[in-house]
């Protein structure tokens, strides 16, 4: 089984994917949802495009005049790996359920462009789009229904999800990379638009099981879906680039205290000297190490507050260590070169608020500096328009001598724009809630659209 609803459905929740990305993504400029279609044949159809203009003002939408899957699309066995045939991320996407980044086209295996019509400058990040089987009533017990590989192997029968989508943005050429933010934000984005289409799904299957409602209570139940839908899709997303935004202004911060002062921050060679230990333990399995290793590189890619990062060390690192010591490594002094280096990894996180780089700048006056710093480094759970603004109000001192702190001001203003538009969507879901769910229960229809109606909302916020 697969996702099925109003084409107009579909390709307006596409649209508001691919602007959502498009929009809050610089390096991004070309976003593309495809629809897979029901096992085994799973023909994959072109959905919409959307490219943005250079002023990233505008975005124009349309498919391709020639494309494999341009509807009515593309069956399973003309993708799917074989050989003699190029390789295409799309069958990786769909089969392996995993996404696929072209950091470097002209080495990709799986860039078909470059396979067939010799075109490097195609940076891109595929992601599938996932629904739990259950959810779809997906028959897991039916060989059937069931894809196969070309050599007959059946596919997906050891995953809970099958594919109904998957995403495409392309980047601008290296600024796209394994593993990066943007890559992040699209598979969570991919997570949402997955819940966002079931929801489609579950509200046309009720749609056609309540056909005596009054015409103003099925009115009534659309725009408090559509709120709902849009409110918890974005709103989520927003809040994260509000973070990822602050993050970015802690790392030029501390940059510039280091600089500046010429004391350096200790934690990229704490890293180093962790992979270092690592790589010297005798017996331990590769997988195991190469995880580590891993997380260590994947530490120096996120801006922590000290609290965040102390938890994150302790939880990621710190405990793989101590298992990875116990079972590999008896030695008392490597554990504790080993122990030392972390605990330099827990105070490095302090260097931009507390350290004597901080004492000794003094570019700017005590007073400012107090204020920055505390709201820098505060800790922040839920949206704060007052700390955005309190935060914005510092960053425009003359004195904060930050190179990109234009750019944040902007990104801040727009985000916070959003942000407080998605705040009044969910009041005004809220109360479009409340009064279905307090409606006239006497009705049988009403309490059978009430239950409906509670069982969709967790549903779409879980994710």
């Not at 209570?217 to 559509?226: F, P, S």
């Not at 010591?325 to 931009?352: H, P």
Request: charged share 30%; aromatic share 8%.
């Amino acid at each position: 089984m697969s996702i099925k609803i109003e084409n107009s459905l579909l390709e307006r929740s596409c649209k508001g994917m691919i602007e959502t990305i498009l929009y809050c993504l610089p390096n991004a400029f070309k976003g593309t949802i495809y629809l897979v279609g029901p096992p085994p044949h799973l023909v994959v159809r072109r959905i919409t495009s959307g490219i943005i203009n250079e002023n990233r003002t505008e975005i124009s939408w349309g498919l391709p005049e020639k494309s494999d899957y341009n509807p009515p699309g593309r069956p399973w066995e003309l993708y799917r790996d074989e050989p003699g045939r190029p390789l295409e991320a799309m069958a990786w996407c769909i089969e392996r359920q995993k996404s696929w980044t072209a950091e470097d086209p002209e080495n990709d295996l799986r860039s078909i462009r470059v396979q067939t019509e010799g075109k490097t400058q195609d940076f891109h990040h595929m992601e599938p789009v996932l629904v739990r089987k259950e959810d779809l009533n997906f028959d897991m017990y039916s060989k059937d229904q069931y894809p196969r590989n070309h050599k007959g192997d059946l596919i997906w029968q050891d995953t809970d999800y099958v594919v109904v989508a998957v995403i495409k943005i392309h980047f601008k050429p290296y600024t796209i990379r394994i593993g990066s933010h943007e890559t992040k934000v699209i598979k969570k984005l991919s997570r949402l638009l997955g819940t966002e289409l079931l929801s489609y799904q579950l509200r046309q299957d009720s749609l056609k099981a309540m056909e005596e409602l009054a015409r103003d209570r099925i009115l009534a139940c659309n725009i408090l879906a559509d709120s709902l839908r849009n409110a918890i899709t974005k709103s989520a997303l927003i809040f994260s680039l509000i973070k990822q935004e602050i993050g970015i202004l802690r790392e030029e911060w501390e940059e510039l205290i280091s600089r500046d002062t010429g004391l350096r921050n200790v934690k990229e060679l704490t890293i180093h000297e962790l992979n270092r230990l690592l790589m010297s333990i005798n017996g331990a399995p590769p997988d195991l190490k190469e995880e580590l290793y891993e997380i260590h590189n994947r530490f120096m890619e996120i801006s922590f507050t000290p609290e965040q990062g102390i938890k994150w060390i302790e939880k990621r690192i710190e405990e793989k260590w101590k298992s990875l010591l116990e079972a590999y490594n008896g030695d008392s002094l490597f554990k504790k070169r080993v122990f030392q280096n972390i605990n330099t990894l827990k105070e490095s996180l302090s260097f931009g608020v507390k350290s004597h780089a901080v004492q000794n700048y003094t570019a700017i006056n005590e007073e400012l500096k107090e204020k920055w710093l505390s709201l820098l480094y505060q800790e922040n759970n839920s949206f704060n328009p007052s700390y955005i603004d309190k935060l914005i109000e510092v960053l425009k001192d003359p004195a904060l001598n930050l190179k990109k702190k234009e750019r944040s001001i902007k990104n801040l203003l727009k985000l916070k724009a959003l942000a407080e538009t998605m705040n009044q969507l969910e009041r005004n879901t809220n109360f479009l809630l409340h009064q279905v769910l307090n409606g006239n229960n006497k009705n049988k229809h009403n309490h059978v659209l009430n239950q409906n109606t509670c069982k969709k909302i967790p549903v779409a916020g879980s994710n």
